[in-house]
T-cell receptor, first 113, second 112 residues
Framework: GAGVSQSPSNKVTEKGKDVELRCDPISGHTALYWYRQRLGQGLEFLIYFQGNSAPDKSGLPSDRFSAERTGESVSTLTIQRTQQEDSAVYLCASSPNSLETQYFGPGTRLLVL | QKEVEQDPGPLSVPEGAIVSLNCTYSNSAFQYFMWYRQYSRKGPELLMY????GNKEDGRFTAQVDKSSKYISLFIRDSQPSDSATYLC????????????FGGGTRLMVKP
């Protein structure tokens, strides 16, 4: 079946602009996660949605970052007033539920000039 | 100090060699341990996951967890050039669906 998809695959923006990144999880997966991967580094957790529960936002690095999820489907990660240090690959993952392992999408490569 | 430490490599081995990849961690609350493989410009792909201490084997891959030493390993037997990738260890508290804490990844190169 179809895996996790993300769009756009690449995004170049200017410092100070807002960007929106989209994630389509695997159908039927109730849990959705966003991670950030800086060049040559491991993944950093950003935010976690599970069903209708309040999201776990504990990994968001600043109030410029926010995310929404429509029901148990699409999620959007928004970065306002982008900074150069926001340049990274933003990865989305989904899981059948909060008990099982996570499956990752291909990521969105964000470059802030 | 990071919660999960992983030698970044690169680790270069000849085809057919046995590869050993390792991570150490500091949080004794971690209970679920995963290994992901990431090819260049792709998302991480789950290879194996284990719960608590012990061994798990899947084909050419064996994962080991030693909670007493806070040390996990991934062994790859009969390594192939197609195994060339970055290997990321990850772990979570409570259950496998909780937020993952990742190591920085080890880049592996298998030369034909």
């Amino acid at each position: 079946g179809a895996g996790v998809s993300q769009s756009p695959s690449n995004k170049v923006t200017e410092k100070g602009k807002d960007v929106e990144l989209r994630c389509d999880p695997i159908s039927g997966h109730t849990a959705l996660y966003w991670y950030r991967q800086r060049l040559g580094q491991g993944l950093e957790f950003l935010i976690y949605f599970q069903g209708n529960s309040a999201p776990d936002k504990s990994g968001l690095p600043s109030d410029r970052f926010s995310a929404e999820r429509t029901g148990e489907s699409v999620s959007t990660l928004t970065i306002q007033r982008t900074q150069q240090e926001d340049s990274a690959v933003y990865l989305c993952a989904s899981s059948p539920n909060s008990l099982e392992t996570q499956y990752f999408g291909p990521g969105t490569r964000l470059l802030v000039l | 100090q990071k919660e999960v430490e992983q030698d970044p490599g690169p680790l270069s081995v000849p085809e057919g060699a046995i590869v050993s990849l390792n991570c150490t961690y500091s949080n004794s609350a971690f209970q679920y341990f995963m290994w992901y493989r990431q090819y260049s410009r792709k998302g991480p792909e789950l290879l194996m996951y284990t719960y608590s201490s012990g061994n798990k084997e899947d084909g050419r891959f064996t994962a080991q967890v030693d909670k007493s030493s806070k040390y996990i390993s991934l062994f790859i037997r009969d390594s192939q050039p197609s195994d060339s990738a970055t290997y990321l260890c990850a772990m979570s508290v409570g259950n496998a669906g909780n937020m993952l804490t990742f190591g920085g990844g080890t880049r592996l190169m298998v030369k034909p």
